[in-house]
């Protein structure tokens, strides 16, 4: 079992930023895929970023490209994701998930462990 628990969420106007967090317990995801999604209001929910188990690779939609930017620390088996020139578009719940299976980085279907998410709202 691993809980993921984001934080960091709020409302920010465009062009602003805000730093997400996700914190796991109890157990290490030193040795997993992490990876970041979102949702919003009646849509699908969509893949944001991703980060292999040593941080060496990462993966990034191309609507958040050189915008956002995903890390983690594997000491504080922790995960970030600092967001950059929020625009309204990018207003969603942000979930944290991990996968203790082979994963596909962007399919949110290989994940099997999720956070409750964290709202962000980027006012125009």
């Known amino acids: 079992q691993v809980q993921l628990v984001e934080s960091g969420g709020g409302l920010v106007q465009a062009g602003g930023s805000l730093r997400l967090s996700c914190v796991a317990s109890?157990?290490?995801?030193?040795?997993?895929?992490m990876g970041w999604f979102r949702q919003a209001p009646g849509k699908e929910r969509e893949f944001v970023a991703a980060?292999?188990?040593?941080?060496?690779?990462?993966f990034y939609s191309d609507s958040v490209k050189g915008r956002f930017t995903i890390s983690r620390d594997n000491a504080k088996n922790s995960v970030y994701l600092q967001m950059n020139s929020l625009k309204s578009e990018d207003t969603a719940v942000y979930y944290c998930?991990?996968?203790?299976?082979?994963?596909?980085?962007?399919?949110?279907?290989?994940?099997?462990?999720w956070g409750q998410g964290t709202q962000v709202t980027v006012s125009s």
């Open positions: 998930a991990t996968s203790t299976l082979v994963v596909v980085p962007y399919d949110s279907s290989t994940y099997n462990y």
């Open positions: 109890r157990r290490t995801i030193s040795g997993y895929v």
């Open positions: 980060i292999t188990r040593s941080g060496d690779n990462t």
